[in-house]
């Protein structure tokens, strides 16, 4: 298994338009793996891995790992446009080697005027 939820961190929380987009009051963007500890806080992004799996075996060892995240953007009515925040998303997952599986639907949730939006990453990497 490869570990790759510490590089997913770091390149969100080192993207200079995602720190512009995403401050907050824990001193820095509001990215975080799995969950949140604030759920009111917008907009925020949360990330989990979905998949790390042994892929396209030769002489019956796995020569790659499939692994894929998924990336939620947390956006309420007063911020609805999603864009920058997407673009600086994908942007960031293909500068460390993913590429995009999916994005949307967007979701908006009326009880609470909550807009979700899940994009899907990606990656292959060899297995020593």
Not at 22 to 46: E, K, M, S
Not at 81 to 99: H, Q, R
Request: aromatic letters at 12%; glycine letters at 4%.
């Amino acid at each position: 298994m490869i570990n790759l939820s510490d590089d997913v961190l770091n390149v969100m929380i080192n993207n200079s338009v995602l720190n512009a987009e995403l401050a907050n009051c824990y001193g820095g963007p509001a990215v975080f793996n799995l969950f949140t500890p604030d759920n009111t806080l917008f907009p925020r992004i949360t990330f989990f891995e979905m998949d790390n799996t042994d892929d396209r075996y030769a002489d019956d060892e796995p020569k790659t790992a499939r692994i894929m995240f998924q990336v939620d953007i947390w956006l309420d009515k007063e911020n609805p446009n999603p864009k920058k925040i997407k673009d600086a998303v994908y942007k960031s997952m293909l500068s460390i080697g993913f590429f995009c599986d999916s994005t949307g639907p967007t979701l908006y949730e009326q009880d609470t005027g909550v807009i979700h939006v899940p994009m899907r990453f990606i990656q292959y990497k060899e297995v020593n």
